[in-house]
Structure formats: structure tokens, C-alpha cells
């Protein structure tokens, strides 16, 4: 997306409160979900519900990691037995024991009758083993985000997975996609409806509108609206000066992301897993003899599914899109399935540089090349526990600069 009107985060001119809050709630949630395991590790006694909070919880983290690089991890929610300033942990130590709570999680994960989580599940309605293919493809996804800087362990928990799918089965199909669901009343209206009823933040973003458009992607027509103008389909440059441009040149959130106060957040995807599949064949690694293209292809299928577009026929074999072995494509098109789920997108270009973005023209820091690489730390962090911080500002530059995540090797960044 890119913001048309009240504009400052698209430029980086972050407010302290939105990042208070953020790094607040995420360990809120953090916290409680820890409750939770402690519970039903005890006299709670349902497996389940352990589980589905070790799932949720490495879900959090993995997201906060990718926002700050080093988080409190082994000391966060252990307020109650007197932890008030956790120590922070390195981005490599949280992957590699994320990867084993939910390797746990899955494990844990128990049909049974007597463990009926019940239908107030608001993700997926009680259904035990749409739980276990989300921490499985979790674990999927932090093994793929670290595999250029950890190949060695990325391939083994990608191959254990993809080569016993009896104990470890992943999403592969729409009907597995974990999506929040919201309502149709106030406050549990779909964030982009409850926005829309006020105000008009969001344009499309050039770079992802000119990309579908170069091929011919019926997907435009579902993520996009046209410009009132002239009806025609057209982006905002990301973080551009205000006046630069037209309110009613710019296309909008597609109806069905925006129009919809019942809408979805998605956590994770189907078509996203089938990509991860298609990186892993890439690279060489046992999927299970399915290969780069099958997977790529079958990415590409489940994500025009998604949308009720059936199969994608023609634009397989479309320029840039027909499979010519090059990993970039691979990339790109699971850049573009993971519209309205930021975080991920933000994080996998990170990874890739695919595509190549630029940096925000409006924005008020100089010299950089390429979007943020990471979240500014909260003041109230600096504030309330700047012994522990402290040794984690080394290299930061401009907030947003300077430290690189650890598994981002790109080169020729700043």
C-alpha cells in the first residue's frame, strides 16, 4: 500500500506512541498466552489449548523479532515471578528455539474427544489438525526466512516436515488458510472497513500495481479498484511528498480487502507454504519429489483460488510469470500472494530484495537506498529498561538503518 493522507509512517517519521503500543501489546498477548501454557501444562491438563497457545505465542515472537532483532524472549512474561526487566535475547537463539516450540506444539496436538477445544476457536472452529498444519507451516516459514544464513538447519526442519506429513502435515489447501475473521459490529469491524468509514489513508502502491499490470495478473482486479478518474489502475508512490500527486488518480483497496466490515486478517496462507515448498526444491532440498516449478505453479493456482479465480490457465505460461528456473520468481509471486499480511511481506523483501524497493522520497533521513530494515525501539523501552537495551543500540542508524536482521545477507543495502 501507500499512504495518501496522513502520511508520516510511510515516510518513517514514526510516532512514539503507535511504537509503544505496538511492542506493549505484543507482550500483553505474550504474556497472557503464557498463562495459558503454564495452566494446561498443569491442572488445566488439555493438550490442546497448550498447544494452540505454544503456536500463537511463536507466532507473536517471531513477528516482534523481525520488527526489533533482539527482544526480550527467554525472560518475557515472567513478570509474576518477578522478572520486570527481562534480559534480551539474539535474533539466532529465538529462531532456533521457536522452531523447537512449535516442533513441541505439534507434538502435543491431540484429537480426542475428551481434548475438544469447541467451537469458540475463532480461527479455525475446534479443528485440531488445522491447528497442527499452522504450526507446522510456521515452522516452515522461520526455517525459510533463516535459510541463507543457516541452510544446514533451515534443510533439516524443512525436511523432516515435508518428509513425514502423517506426523507433520502443513496447509495445502484454501480450506486451511488461518484467517481472524472479524464481525460485523463495532469494535470487531475489519480494520480497513472501520478506517474507511472515517477516513481515506490508503492508495495502492505503484510498485505492486505496475507488477500486476506487466502481467496481465487478474489478480488486479480483486487486491485493487480503479482511479475514479479514468477508470484506470494506478499506485502512489510509497512515502511520496504530499501534493505530488491526485487523490483521484490513485486506485484503492479492493472491495473485498476494504468494503466488508465481516472481513479477514489472514496469519497464514496456503499458497504462501506452497512457495516455501518451491524455494526448498530450488535449492535442492528432499519436498518430497515434487519440484521447483510444480510447487511454484501450484502457488500461483492456490493463491487465484483464493480469490474464487479458478485456475490461472494462460498466466502460467505468461512472460515473467512462466517458470524459467530463476528463483526471483519464486520470490516475486510470493511477495504478491501475501497482500494484506505486511509483516510477512516486509520481512520476506528483507530477505530477498525481490522486489527491489526504494526508499520513501518524503522521508526525513538521507543516504539510504532501500526501506527500513528494521522497527525503532519503543522509548518506554529505553526508558524503563535501558540496562538491558542498551547493549542492542550498537549500529543502529536513523532508528530504521544500520542493523540488519540476522538472516538478511543482502549486500549493497543501507
Same mark, same amino acid.
Not at 153 to 172: F, N, Q, R, S, W
Not at 175 to 201: C, G, H, I, M
Given at each position: 500500500l501507500g499512504k495518501i493522507q496522513y502520511i508520516d509512517e510511510a515516510a518513517y517519521r514514526f510516532r512514539e506512541g503507535v511504537v509503544n503500543n505496538l511492542w506493549y501489546y505484543t507482550y500483553v498477548n505474550v504474556n497472557d498466552l503464557q498463562i495459558v501454557i503454564n495452566k494446561e501444562s498443569g491442572e488445566g491438563g488439555n493438550p490442546n489449548y497448550q498447544a494452540m497457545a505454544m503456536t500463537l505465542r511463536a507466532y507473536i515472537l517471531h513477528l516482534a523479532t523481525d520488527r526489533w532483532k533482539a527482544i526480550p524472549y527467554s525472560e518475557a512474561g515472567q513478570g509474576s515471578g518477578g522478572i520486570t526487566n527481562p534480559a534480551y535475547d539474539e535474533q539466532e537463539s529465538i529462531y532456533l528455539d521457536l522452531l523447537d516450540q512449535l516442533k513441541q506444539a505439534n507434538a502435543l496436538f491431540n484429537p480426542a474427544a475428551t481434548y475438544a477445544i469447541g467451537s469458540n476457536d475463532v480461527l479455525y472452529g475446534g479443528n485440531v489438525m488445522k491447528w497442527k498444519r499452522l504450526a507446522n507451516s510456521l515452522r516452515m516459514r522461520?526455517?525459510?526466512?533463516?535459510?541463507?544464513?543457516?541452510?544446514?538447519?533451515?534443510?533439516?526442519?524443512?525436511?523432516?516436515?515435508?518428509?513425514?506429513?502423517?506426523?507433520?502435515?502443513?496447509? %495445502?489447501?484454501?480450506?486451511?488458510?488461518?484467517?481472524?475473521?472479524?464481525?460485523?459490529?463495532? =469494535?470487531?469491524?475489519?480494520?480497513?472497513?472501520?478506517?474507511?468509514?472515517?477516513?481515506?489513508?490508503?492508495?495502492?502502491?505503484? %510498485?505492486?500495481?505496475?507488477?500486476?499490470?506487466?502481467?496481465?495478473? =487478474?489478480?488486479?482486479?480483486?487486491?485493487?479498484?480503479?482511479?475514479?478518474?479514468?477508470?484506470?489502475?494506478?499506485?502512489?508512490?510509497? !512515502?511520496?511528498?504530499?501534493?505530488?500527486? %491526485?487523490?483521484?488518480?490513485?486506485?484503492?483497496? !479492493?472491495?473485498?480487502?476494504?468494503?466488508?466490515?465481516? !472481513?479477514?486478517?489472514?496469519?497464514?496462507?496456503?499458497?504462501?507454504?506452497?512457495?516455501?515448498?518451491?524455494?526448498?526444491?530450488?535449492?535442492?532440498?528432499n519436498t518430497g519429489g515434487l519440484s521447483a516449478q510444480q510447487a511454484y505453479e501450484n502457488g500461483i493456482t492456490t493463491s487465484f483460488e483464493e480469490y474464487d479465480l479458478g485456475a490461472p490457465g494462460e498466466y502460467l505460461s505468461g512472460a515473467g510469470v512462466a517458470w524459467n528456473n530463476d528463483v526471483n520468481q519464486i520470490h516475486l509471486q510470493k511477495w504478491i500472494c501475501l497482500f494484506k499480511n505486511g509483516n510477512e511481506a516486509w520481512a520476506e523483501n528483507r530477505r530477498t530484495d525481490v522486489p527491489q524497493l526504494g526508499h520513501a522520497p518524503y522521508s526525513p533521513y538521507t543516504g539510504h537506498n532501500r526501506p527500513p530494515f528494521r522497527y525503532p525501539y519503543p522509548v518506554d523501552e529505553l526508558n524503563l529498561n535501558s540496562a538491558n537495551i542498551e547493549p542492542h543500540l550498537s549500529g543502529i542508524i536513523d532508528q530504521f538503518w544500520g542493523q540488519k536482521m540476522w538472516w538478511d545477507t543482502r549486500t549493497g543495502v543501507n
Open positions: 522461520l526455517a525459510t526466512r533463516m535459510s541463507n544464513v543457516s541452510p544446514g538447519v533451515a534443510k533439516t526442519h524443512i525436511e523432516e516436515i515435508l518428509g513425514d506429513p502423517g506426523t507433520y502435515p502443513i496447509m %495445502t489447501a484454501n480450506a486451511d488458510n488461518a484467517y481472524l475473521v472479524w464481525q460485523t459490529s463495532s =469494535p470487531y469491524q475489519e480494520p480497513w472497513f472501520a478506517d474507511k468509514l472515517a477516513r481515506d489513508d490508503h492508495g495502492m502502491c505503484i %510498485t505492486f500495481i505496475d507488477i500486476l499490470k506487466d502481467f496481465n495478473d =487478474p489478480r488486479l482486479a480483486v487486491f485493487a479498484k480503479p482511479a475514479t478518474f479514468d477508470g484506470e489502475y494506478r499506485g502512489v508512490i510509497s !512515502g511520496a511528498m504530499p501534493g505530488s500527486y %491526485t487523490l483521484s488518480h490513485i486506485s484503492r483497496i !479492493g472491495s473485498i480487502f476494504r468494503d466488508e466490515a465481516d !472481513g479477514f486478517t489472514p496469519i497464514m496462507r496456503a499458497a504462501e507454504v506452497h512457495f516455501m515448498i518451491a524455494e526448498a526444491a530450488f535449492r535442492g532440498w
